[in-house]
Each structure stands twice: as structure tokens, then as C-alpha cells.
């Protein structure tokens, strides 16, 4: 973590000091040029601040929030304007090292204003721009009453984040307008403490699908990032946390899996706990969950942390035909063109976003439905996935 902070202070330090010479040459009036570095000032101290934040009490990591949206808003513009200036600098070697063009001055602040323009966007409007996302899996196996079944995924909804009830209902009906054979929710419904759902419960109870909705737990469900008053305390606050998924109308798998009747076939649905890297607890049992499963059946996995995929899903005899994660949140930030796809997340994990297979095992990775952190999304919209399981066609 705190090389990462010194990696991102070196390209703020140096963006910055780009930006400020692009922004002089058009203006250099001195109240500018104040301003310009107290907001520098006090960003940074800001970032260098969470290097040594560990364990927070609930209510200030709305304040944690609060800093990385001003680092955003600060940094990123800047940022992206500094391959402008670069290139410039370049030519300037070249040509004697002249005063800087003032038209390329003026086009990297542009492109610094439109980047910023985008950010405001997803800090205010992006929380909410919900996108459906559809992918048709084929699988040689897959028992033929199955063949076009639909499976709606959401994934960490952050109820602790929610604030707009309007907004939040935009998501919900977005869901259920796909009509999908069976629901699935892959963890990570609070942030921290389960009372934090109970102004939602009503509204995601109305989510809806004629062969059940089920979901597991991601790492925030368990409330191991703050200060309990005691240990019975947290396990209360797990016990509620459960009530809750029976309210929604979601049936908790917990290490556990549940057959999918249809025709006379089945689909095994498999549910574990928590599994990560990372520091992340491993509470994940995949042996377990599948012990009571013939080896024949038709699979699908849910798994908050799609790093169990690679590190044990992969590796067992047993063939998972399909895994369902979520937990990345694609960073909530990124670029995704057409099939253009970046995030700094994809640094950490490999799988991150989206549709992955391993020699005919497959992971999905939906991008969340909500957001934890920053106060929004910035090209990574919120997601809705709809998956259909189709039987790989016949050669003839």
C-alpha cells in the first residue's frame, strides 16, 4: 500500500508541476498561482494521511470518501494532460528549448476541464447510470431443459453508500425488466453493519424470478473492518445481517449448494463464504459446499472474490462449469470502449471485470450494483448482468 501512495505522489508531483507551468503560460496572475498550490497542498497531505489509516470507526470513513473524491477531481485531470506537455518539452529540446506555445497550453487545459467534466459526472450522475450487460455461454454438457436459462446477477450492492432512493429503485426495476429464470446476488451488501440495509429492504424485496433468488457473502458482510464493543456484538450484528437476506427474500448459501429442478434436470447452484487473497479472510469452504453434489451435475459457483477462481476453483477435480464473482467493482473507475478495457484495478487482480474462461471453465465478474469508497463511478458503470446458459451446438 505505501509504495503504491509514493508511486501515485511521483505522478501527481510530476503531473502537477506540468499542468501549473500549461496554466501560467495562459495566466500568470499571482492569486492563481497561489491557489493553484494550497489546493496541492492539502490534497496532498491528505494522501499521505491514508498511508497511515488502518481500522476506522464507521462514521469517519464517510470522510475517507470525502478526500479521495478531491484527489480525483484534483489529480486526474492533470493527469491526463501531462502527455501534451510531455511531447511538447520534447520538441522544445530539439528546437532550443523555446517558451512554451500558448495554443498547447490551452488544449491541454481543455482536455484537463473535459476529464474533469467526466469526473463530476460519475461522482454525482455515474452512481446511478446502471448498465445491463448480456453474455450467452455455451456448454457441451449443460442438461437441455436448461438450454436458454437466464441467471440475473447483482453483486455488491454497499448499502452503507445508498442515499438516493429514486436512484437505487432505477437499478431495481432495471433488474427485473430482464425477466431471468433465476436471481443471484454475489455478496457484499453493506459495508459494514447490517442495520445499514434495513432502509432498503423493502424496495430489493420486490426483485423477483420464478426459480429463486440466492445469494453468499462478501468480505464487507462480516464487519471485520470496525471496532466491535465485543465479540458478541459482531456476532449479533451477523445474525441481523442474515434476517435480512431471509427478508429480501434471498436464501443465503452459506458453504452450501442447492439443486435447480426443471423438466426432470438439475443445475447444482453453489454458494461459499468469503474466499481472498491479500490479506482477505478465507472463509470459503469449496469442499464442503460440493461434498453432497454428484460428480456429473451441471455447476455454477458464486464466490464474492473472484481471485478463488485462479487459486482454488481452477485447481479442482471436481469441473465448476461457471463461477460468478463480484468484489472488484471494476475500481469504479476505468475506461471501457467498445472492447477497449482499463482500469488501474486490472493491476491487482486479473480477473476483473466481465467474461473470462479457462479451458471451458468460466468466470464472470460483475462490476457491482452499488459503490463503496469513492462516492461513484467514473466509466465503470453500475451493473446488471444477464447471463444465458445455452448447449453448445451440435457439428453436423
Known amino acids: 500500500m505505501t509504495k503504491r501512495i509514493i508511486l501515485i505522489l511521483v505522478l501527481f508531483l510530476v503531473s502537477d508541476i506540468y499542468f501549473y507551468q500549461a496554466l501560467v503560460t ?14 496541492d497542498l492539502l490534497v496532498v497531505i491528505s494522501l499521505i494521511s491514508l498511508t497511515f489509516i488502518r481500522r476506522l470507526h464507521h462514521k469517519m470513513q464517510r470522510f475517507i470518501q470525502v478526500l479521495i473524491t478531491a484527489i480525483l477531481l484534483v489529480f486526474i485531470p492533470k493527469l491526463f494532460s501531462f502527455p501534451i506537455l510531455l511531447a511538447e518539452d520534447i520538441t522544445r529540446v530539439l528546437r532550443g528549448f523555446p517558451e512554451r506555445n500558448v495554443y498547447v497550453s490551452e488544449i491541454a487545459v481543455v482536455l484537463a476541464i473535459i476529464v474533469f467534466v467526466i469526473i463530476v459526472f460519475g461522482l454525482t450522475r455515474g452512481r446511478h447510470f446502471y448498465k445491463v450487460r448480456k453474455e450467452t455461454i455455451y456448454f457441451p454438457d449443460l442438461p437441455e431443459a436448461f438450454d436458454g436459462f437466464t441467471i440475473t446477477q447483482l453483486s455488491d450492492i454497499h448499502s452503507g453508500s445508498l442515499s438516493d432512493i429514486k436512484g437505487v429503485q432505477k437499478g431495481i426495476d432495471l433488474a427485473n425488466a430482464q425477466n431471468s429464470d433465476l436471481l443471484v446476488f454475489t455478496g457484499d451488501l453493506v459495508n459494514n453493519i447490517a442495520t445499514e440495509m434495513e432502509p432498503w429492504v423493502e424496495g430489493f424485496s420486490k426483485l423477483s424470478a420464478p ?85 456429473e451435475s451441471f455447476k455454477i459457483l458464486m464466490s464474492h472474490d473472484p481471485s478463488h477462481w485462479d487459486e482454488v476453483t481452477l485447481d479442482r477435480n471436481q469441473h465448476i462449469h461457471l463461477t460468478l464473482a463480484g468484489h472488484t467493482h471494476g475500481m469504479q473507475f476505468g475506461i471501457e470502449l467498445f472492447s477497449f478495457k482499463w482500469s488501474p484495478i486490472q493491476y491487482v487482480y486479473k480477473q476483473w471485470a466481465g467474461l473470462y474462461n479457462s479451458e471451458g471453465r468460466y468466470l464472470y465478474v460483475n462490476r457491482g450494483f452499488g459503490y463503496h469508497g469513492l462516492k461513484g463511478r467514473i466509466g465503470v458503470w453500475p451493473e446488471v448482468t444477464v447471463l444465458t446458459l445455452k448447449q453448445t451446438p451440435s457439428e453436423i
Open 26 to 39: 495562459l495566466s500568470p496572475h499571482i492569486m492563481i498561482r497561489v491557489g493553484y498550490w494550497a489546493i
Open 211 to 295: 426459480y429463486g433468488k440466492y445469494s453468499v457473502l462478501g468480505n464487507h458482510d462480516y464487519g471485520d473492518y470496525i471496532r466491535w464493543e465485543s465479540v458478541m456484538a459482531k456476532e449479533a450484528n451477523m445474525r441481523r445481517l442474515r434476517e435480512i437476506h431471509a427478508e429480501i427474500g434471498f436464501e443465503l448459501l452459506l458453504n452450501d449448494a442447492v439443486m435447480i429442478h426443471k423438466h426432470g434436470q438439475h443445475i447444482a447452484l453453489i454458494g461459499v463464504e468469503n474466499w481472498g487473497k491479500r490479506g482477505f479472510h478465507q472463509y470459503g469452504d469449496l469442499k464442503k459446499a460440493t461434498k453432497n453434489i454428484p460428480l
